[in-house]
């Protein structure tokens, strides 16, 4: 089977190297292109910079998109599903917009369009969502999506150092990009949780506007301090929950007691979680992210393509509302500013420098949050554990 | 797709309710037979003590075995293979002894032998190892793979309550046998790890005499508060390597640093990892036993089997060595009585109530443990952490 690799980063080359292994050999796989970008030098015989030249190749059975961005990845996926390509990608941001249209084109032309990698990684979320599918509803997935918030939140709980500091390791060590801001304001984490309950709940979310997302970008070493000492560790997760016909998301920095896996999952390691039915909890954690745990993920599904092993068939056309009070919880504020008159409408308690506000629902907690941060440019806010869908 | 359910305890009430679904009957569905004992009186149409039966219809796809036990299950699966029945079953005894003739003989009468609820309940753990055998060598596999002794060893640590009060709680729960010795001793996860070491390196351990198993039943209160003193947490774990064509597989306590998922696995859950050339270290998390659980692994078999969604094919026939010398590491011994002698090829210091014997083999440690039981009973001995493969 001829693989054409479009992008050669890091994930590109893991790719290419995980192909050229001996046992993936016998399977009979190989790469025949390496698209590149139009001024780059050609430094092996499979690079090309003619897309063209892949799309026209009857030779070519499968495209693995791993240029990253919305375009050109968006054409060239549906060009490559359009010339009876299949098609897998690892990249999250045009999945996220793009689902239900991919998955509808790979339909009417007889081709696979499969995506594990754009979700944790070398993780099998996908595929382990998909089957629990198979027989449960699914309602709730979370999870710590992104390695490298749990890498700066991690070290920082670990070394007392601040946010600013551990996030230039962060950069030194390759695990943070020059603009964190995918990683730290949890937009990165947005993407990989709205693929996730597009397949959850069958739906189509595509513009996530109106997802409450809160980031990392405030939090300081005394926050971490405090939470410590209350026996609770911070991640930054994704999550989201569905009830008669409801469902809901958001993305913000959640506490979880020492004792539980979230608390424990270290370094830039995921953990991602479903509750179903039947199946009750069910975790799965990994690397998620890096060259060679995501290239595997392609890699899988590539032998997926070969195998003819079908993935779940999702429409992405059931009609779910979207509903920000589906889930109430507490949570911690810090802030400068008198809040009162903003927060009259909930209890809040004063605890050490922070307050509490109870049992509030999670959009509104975040639509109030805006306005906080209008006069409080530092200010911050953590969900306490033990949110209640309604 | 007609259904027979051999054995209709727990388990096969929970297919018989998963099966009878909304979402499931869609998949069109049915459970047609329920083999039940001879004396036993009929409640349902479905049910007959009469296996022919079930042999000779030829409307009967799959046939389900969850009477558990060596015979007559293992006679009852090969004359369903052999009548060009479809096999799933649950129960790990008979798989651990016959798995390789299993699948020679469903491999015969072209139909499948599939057992993911023999190992992690619900936890989708063997698909999880085949699926990452399909591109790695997997090097290693560990897991808490029995629900019970975890849970008697969290509570120990959670209550500090003694071994026999928590046992007799988990009797009372129905989470322990009447006779526990399966659980507590070690045995029921010698088999699972058997079977997940048989799949990862494509052996036949098959008669598993060989392997070193050392249970809880000798763990007491103080033991559980000195570990945790020193920032560690016990569980009883099966765990196996591969390295150069030799490997080594072992049932015994071991210590985990507070900050680890294996530390952090509660109650009756299991945790059980694989590590992978590239992709790295990989955990899943989930009920490793119980009605529904375990039920909902066999349901995923039963749609394998209709999507015609094949599993790794693997022969079991490679040569590897058993190798009980090819990890070593260090122990925390408690004994009455001197064992200096015994001991005297290796360094041994004292901590406490309990000697630490430094860089033994752990096929070594086992086999001196077993003398010193000899001579006190009472005897204990756990793993620190950091094991190394020579």
Known sequence: MKIAILGFGTVGKGVYEIVKK?????????????????????????????????????DVDVVVEVMGGIEPAHEYILAALNHGKNVITANKAVVAIYLKEFTEAAERNHVKFYFEASVGGGIPWIQGLEKALRI??????????????????????????????????????????????????????????????????DIDIKNHQKLPIFGIRNITCEDVKYFQKRGLAVKLIGRSHQKDNK?????????????????????????????????????????????????NAIVQDILDVKERKSHLKRDFDKRMEYCPDLTKGDYLLRTKVNVSEL????????????????????????????????????????????????
Chains 1, 2 share one sequence.
């Not at 700066?152 to 670990?158: F, R, V």
């Open 247 to 295: 469902f809901d998301y958001v993305v913000e920095p959640a506490l979880f007691l020492d004792q539980t896996l979230e608390a424990n999952t270290p370094d830039n390691y995921n953990l991602i979680s479903l509750n179903g039915e039947t199946i009750g909890k069910l975790d799965f954690f990994g690397q998620g992210a890096g060259m060679l745990p995501t290239a």
């Open 343 to 390: 927060f009259k409408n909930y209890q809040v308690s004063k605890e050490g420098s922070y307050l509490v506000v109870h049992q509030i629902p999670v959009g509104m907690m975040h639509k109030l949050m805006k306005l906080v941060l209008q006069e409080d440019k530092a200010a911050f806010m953590v969900s306490l554990p033990d949110q209640e869908v309604a």
């Open 136 to 201: 449960d509803n699914v309602n709730s997935i979370s999870g710590i999506f992104n390695g490298t918030s749990n890498f700066i939140l991690d070290q920082m709980s670990k070394k007392g150092q601040p946010f600013v500091e551990v996030l230039k390791e962060a950069q030194k060590l390759g695990y943070a990009e020059a603009d964190p801001s995918a990683d730290i304001d949890g937009y990165d984490i947005a993407n990989k949780l709205c693929i996730s309950a597009d397949i959850a709940y």
């Open 22 to 58: 001996a046992n993936m050999q016998t399977q009979n796989l190989s790469v025949s292109h390496i698209l590149i970008r139009k001024n780059k030098i050609r430094t092996m015989p499979e690079m090309t910079d003619d897309m063209s030249e892949i799309l026209t190749d009857k």
